[in-house]
């Protein structure tokens, strides 16, 4: 049972290029989550997924796109990459049991844009 | 709008000190849940404890404590005998239990570093 995986680990973009942050998890959880991490910041959410199908925005979706063809994976799009877009990216999932219920994350990703 | 709080950028502690982490937290919600999380230098996300509003009882696992309080809106973290592998941001956050989402709103972290 690998959890919650994310790849790559660490990426370098130019600005203006695309690329697709993947996530995977193999717990079949149906709650699925994109967030972003910037120095010395909590967590904000930029999209999520309540099941295959089904996205949704989050407090900070501009710039990124996503798609929930699977249960399993969620990738993440960033069409046109900016500066801004310098951050860490984690995934997490989540059973669709109740509100009260541990997000497990993966180990995230980080993305500088220059 | 909900939001959490801690006001604590950045705190050092001698080792086998103990030191309280601080979160409050602001809902409109009757119902919610607050998590603590640890962020290791490693950077992986660690899920410490849950706690749904209407349990008020104290936690204590170990070194870790957890101190609830509706009245105050507060939700404080105490590590007894802080170790060297406790150095970490520590992050509060909140889930509405009646949000279609069940998104976590977390505060900024507080960095705590345990010198030996």
């Known amino acids: 049972n690998a959890g919650v995986t994310q790849t790559p680990k660490f990426r370098i973009l130019k600005i203006g290029q695309s690329m697709t942050l993947q996530c995977a998890q193999d717990m079949n959880h149906n709650y699925m989550y994109w967030y972003r991490q910037d120095p010395g910041m909590g967590l904000k959410l930029i999209y999520y997924s309540v099941g295959a199908g089904i996205t949704d925005k989050g407090e900070v979706p501009n710039g990124y796109n996503v798609s929930r063809s699977t249960t399993e994976d969620f990738p993440l799009r960033l069409e046109l990459a900016a500066p801004s877009q310098t951050s860490v990216y984690f995934c997490?999932?989540?059973?669709?049991?109740?509100?009260?219920?541990?997000?497990?994350f993966g180990p995230g990703t980080r993305l500088t844009v220059l | 709008a909900q939001k959490v709080t801690q006001a604590q950028t950045e705190i050092s502690v001698v080792e086998k000190e103990d030191v309280t982490l601080d979160c409050v937290y602001e809902?409109?919600?009757?119902?919610?849940?607050l998590f603590w999380y640890k962020q290791p230098p490693s950077g992986e996300l660690v899920f410490l404890i849950r706690?749904?509003?209407?349990?008020?009882q104290n936690e204590i696992s170990g070194r870790y404590s957890w101190n609830f309080q509706k009245s105050t809106s507060s939700f404080n973290f105490t590590i007894t005998a802080s170790q060297v592998v406790d150095s970490a941001v520590y992050f509060c956050a909140l889930i509405r239990a009646g949000a279609g989402s069940y998104q976590l709103t977390f505060g900024k972290g507080t960095k705590l570093s345990v010198i030996p």
């Open positions: 997490a999932s989540r059973q669709l049991a109740g509100p009260g219920d541990e997000q497990f």
């Open positions: 706690r749904n509003s209407f349990d008020e």
């Open positions: 809902t409109r919600d009757t119902t919610y849940y």
